[in-house]
Nanobody, 116 residues
Framework: QVQPVESGGGLVQPGGSLRLSCTSP????????VGWHRQAPGSRRELVAS???????YYQDIAEGRFTVSRDRVMNTVYLQMNSLKPEDKAVYYC??????????WGQGTQVIVSS
């Protein structure tokens, strides 16, 4: 079992917040990149945000200013803090861990629903 595990999804009202968590059976700080992706019904999976081994973060325009990626070494977890959520943020959110050549793993996803 080397796949990461996501948690923290759920139902939230527009304007609300959620924090998603991604844990791994491996040292998540040794991953070259940990990415958060999402896939809405009928749409392609898209990158939302990511963090590199050195701690550099990257955000797609859809996440810029609203989402924040962070890491916790003690918990061996990467978080995606999502604020000011919109109905269009509804999707299954996936964590992807990349440890190098042929060592890229996907979690099962966690559902986020933004609705009043």
């Amino acid at each position: 079992q080397v796949q990461p595990v996501e948690s923290g999804g759920g139902l939230v009202q527009p304007g609300g917040s959620l924090r998603l968590s991604c844990t791994s059976p491996r040292d998540i700080f040794s991953a070259d990149t940990v990415g958060w992706h999402r896939q809405a019904p009928g749409s392609r999976r898209e990158l939302v945000a990511s963090v590199t081994k050195s701690g550099n973060t990257y955000y797609q325009d859809i996440a810029e200013g609203r989402f924040t990626v962070s890491r916790d070494r003690v918990m061996n977890t990467v978080y995606l803090q999502m604020n000011s959520l919109k109905p269009e943020d509804k999707a299954v959110y996936y964590c992807n861990t990349d440890f190098g050549w042929r060592q890229t793993y996907w979690g099962q996803g966690t559902q986020v629903i933004v609705s009043s």
